[in-house]
């Protein structure tokens, strides 16, 4: 399994970025796949994850700002960002469960996730 994000970069408060996260080794119509993003000196912790069928997921703190979507035949994950913050700079990975199945959701503890990308970088200016 392999996972490529890409898209990042600086914009200011208000601006939009689309991050993009290329799939190898599996199919992401088959499984749940996610965005998270971390800050320097913070957790890790979700952002919005999309579930094989295509239903999506947020938490809170993007909802109504950041759309997650996917092209089954490209095998890719999206990321729409608009509205961008200076809260949300951070780096963003795109990551997997180790295992199908189960629920699919932006909340779910970072710990049950397994696949991982590098990370691509954004950063957001006031």
């Known amino acids: 399994v392999q996972l490529v994000e890409s898209g990042g970069g600086s914009v200011q408060a208000g601006g939009s970025l689309r991050l993009s996260c290329r799939v190898s080794?599996?199919?992401?119509?088959?499984?749940?796949t996610a965005w998270f993003r971390q800050a320097p000196g913070k957790e890790r912790e979700g952002v919005a994850a999309?579930?094989?069928?295509?239903?999506?997921s947020y938490v809170d703190s993007v909802k109504g700002r950041f759309t997650i979507f996917k092209d089954n035949a490209k095998n890719e994950v999206y990321l729409e960002m608009n509205n961008l913050r200076p809260d949300d700079a951070a780096l963003y990975y795109c990551?997997?469960?180790?295992w199908g199945g189960g629920p699919c959701s932006a909340s779910l503890p970072v710990s049950v996730w397994y696949y991982w990308g590098q990370g691509t970088q954004v950063t957001v200016s006031s």
């Open positions: 990551g997997r469960k180790r």
């Open positions: 999309i579930g094989s069928d295509g239903t999506p």
């Open positions: 080794g599996y199919s992401v119509s088959g499984f749940c």
